[in-house]
């Protein structure tokens, strides 16, 4: 039976980079939890700033191999960029790296949602690096 999912996707979902959890009270982190577990997908997303750049991206999911694999993915390529640089990385930009079927694009939309708001709610708390 041929699997739906490519290659990159299939080691995203089976080996994920940077799960886990960083201090949510830390000054220097931002948190994010999108999605809900009625509708089958929730993500805890946090980043840790040094200066405007992101040094490390943690994440808890839970839902599809696709819903892991575009959090997996998206962790490795925000980590050491600028908080402007990984803001503007775009869901578009998951779903070709993954080659996502139809049916699962909005797991790439939930990934960019969580990395925006954690920068938000990093930005939030400094008002004077927004």
């Not at 041929?2 to 830390?26: I, M």
């Not at 640089?85 to 990934?111: F, G, M, S, T, Y």
């Amino acid at each position: 039976m041929r699997t739906p999912y490519s290659p990159l996707l299939l080691e995203h979902f089976q080996h994920p980079r940077n799960v886990g959890s960083l201090p949510a009270d830390a000054a220097n982190t931002g948190t994010a939890v999108v999605g809900t577990l009625e509708q089958g997908h929730l993500l805890q997303w946090q980043l840790r700033v040094a200066g405007d750049v992101i040094d490390a991206v943690h994440f808890k999911a839970y839902g599809s191999p696709a819903m892991i694999a575009c959090a997996s993915l998206l962790s490795d390529w925000v980590q050491g960029q600028s908080l402007e640089h990984a803001a503007r990385i775009d869901a578009n930009q998951l779903v070709e790296a993954l080659q996502l079927p139809p049916l699962k694009i909005h797991c790439a939309l939930l990934a960019q949602d969580a990395l925006r708001a954690a920068i938000d709610h990093y930005r939030r708390q400094h008002p004077a690096l927004a």
